[in-house]
Every structure is written in structure tokens, then in C-alpha cells.
């Protein structure tokens, strides 16, 4: 499966933004999508996943609340809605697919390129 993100861009403190992530293939329904961060300098962190079930999802503690997975079988895309953003969430911003949810970058096999998040104070 080949990942395109796109969304991101600069935005004031408190604001939000919506990342999407479009997959080719015709087996994305089956996939769990997990989106992670990188700031420079710092490592690959995770933000948020969700499986196969649009029920099931996970979020980064630093992000609960603020942040909503979804995704659209349909368009093959999966959404981060962010709301409420911080200066400490910029970041490059990726999208990853594999078989099962995990919150473990090593895990995922599928990768988009990133897309970058600036929030300004």
C-alpha cells in the first residue's frame, strides 16, 4: 500500500488542523493506520492509531482529548482532526499502515512521507 499525506501547515496556538492520508490498494479496509511525529533532533513518536474497526483506536496520552483518528473506507483515507494545538505538537507528521493496531513505529511497514505541523505561540 502506497501512503500520500497532506494538512499540515502553520497555524496560532489553540487553532486546528486536519490531516488526511490516502492509500492506494484495494485491501486499505484491511489495514490499521497509525500516525506518528518527529520533531529534529528527537525521536519517531507515536500519536494515534486505528484498526480495521473504526471503533478501535488509541491515542498518545499527550494527545487525548485533542486529537481524533478516523477514517473513511470509502475514500481510502484516514483523518487526524487536531484541535486545540500547542507549540510542542510541531512536528512532521507521518502516516503508517500494517496488519493490526501498535503504537511501535517498528511495527508499521507501510509509510507516507510527512507532512509538517508548525504551531506558533
Known amino acids: 500500500v502506497q501512503l500520500q499525506a497532506s494538512g499540515g501547515g502553520l497555524v496560532q496556538a489553540g487553532g486546528s488542523l486536519r490531516l488526511s492520508c490516502a492509500a492506494s490498494g484495494r485491501t486499505f479496509s484491511s489495514y490499521a493506520l497509525g500516525w506518528f511525529r518527529q520533531a529534529p533532533g528527537k525521536e519517531r513518536e507515536f500519536v494515534a492509531a486505528?484498526?480495521?474497526?473504526?471503533?478501535?483506536?488509541d491515542y498518545a496520552d499527550s494527545v487525548k482529548g485533542r486529537f481524533t483518528i478516523s477514517r473513511d473506507n470509502a475514500k481510502n483515507t484516514v483523518y487526524l482532526q487536531m484541535n486545540s494545538l500547542k507549540p510542542e505538537d510541531t512536528s512532521l507528521y507521518y502516516c503508517?499502515?500494517?496488519?493490526?493496531?501498535?503504537?511501535?513505529?517498528?511495527?508499521?511497514?507501510?509509510w507516507g512521507q510527512g507532512t509538517q505541523v508548525t504551531v506558533s505561540s
Open positions: 503508517a499502515a500494517r496488519y493490526g493496531l501498535s503504537r511501535y513505529a517498528y511495527e508499521y511497514g507501510y
Open positions: 486505528i484498526g480495521w474497526s473504526r471503533d478501535n483506536t
